[in-house]
């Protein structure tokens, strides 16, 4: 039972006024004592949410953004194995020089790869100069270089005639697909924009023209002269980003010649016929 605050006189259940001295009953507050319990609860299950939530998450995301797909494609390719071999090797003595001269062009395996197109390709471009009209009239031979996600062959044929035709081929593989790479591409498997690609060229050209024994008139020429869609890019010497073009110079006379774009320095062929 409650009491009165003024007069100490006992009230009865409901009263709202003290029978005694009238005063207006104002009944203690009871305290509710608070509980964490639900609190840790849900913190708990927030952060067991999190440890197994944000793993899904991020696979989730790798799929929808091909992330994973690049990783094992990076793998897979570490893990191919590439073998180079003579497609044909013939050594003939060349009428007019006598002497003992090669003709000769690559296949490319990959393992777990399909490469004969990409082989029949190559032999198609060079193999055109050895039928029976052009037999001992021709040398050929080849390099490759095998960087990154891709296999890059370097082939030349060599007139032995005296007109002393030189033609030059490129061919890049992709080791994911087996398949040749076109230029546009190349460009885009090499990681570098089209615009910095293209910047990256003519700066090599430049400093080559400037350091070139040539005339101010002959340079300003050849500059105007440069086709960037012919040009023959490829990845060699220590993984560097390869160019090679046939320059066009005054009085109808071509050159072919090789640039490794990240020193901006002209390079010899790698190929020798032997």
Known sequence: MANCLKCGYELKPGDKFCDNCGTTVILP????RLSFL?????????????????PIGIEL???????????????????CEVTVSDAKREIFSSELY???????YPRVEIEGRI?????????????????????????ADYTYYVNGNMVSILAEVYSLTVYRAHYHFVFNISIETGNLIDRYNFRKQSGVSTRMFSDAVKE?????????DL??????????????????????????????IEI???????????????????????ITFN
């Open 115 to 139: 490469t004969n197109e990409a082989n029949a390709k190559i032999r198609d471009r060079i193999e055109k100069y050895y039928d029976d009209e052009n037999k001992g009239n021709y040398a």
């Open 215 to 244: 005339t101010e008139q002959d340079r300003e020429w050849m500059l105007r002269h440069v086709s960037f869609d012919s040009l023959d890019a490829y990845f060699g010497e220590n993984g560097h980003l390869c160019i090679g």
């Open 29 to 32: 507050i009871k305290r509710q």
């Open 204 to 212: 090599t050209y430049e400093e080559y023209f400037e350091t070139a």
């Open 38 to 54: 639900p609190w840790v609860v849900g913190m708990l299950t927030a952060a067991l949410c999190m440890i197994f939530l944000i």
């Open 61 to 79: 995301y790798r799929k929808s953004t091909g992330y994973e797909k690049e990783e094992v494609r990076k793998q897979v390719m570490s893990d």
């Open 98 to 104: 006598g002497e003992h001269t090669v003709f000769r």
């Open 248 to 270: 066009e110079k005054e009085k109808g006379s071509n050159e072919y010649v090789r640039f490794d774009v990240e020193t901006k320095k002209q390079i010899p062929s790698p």
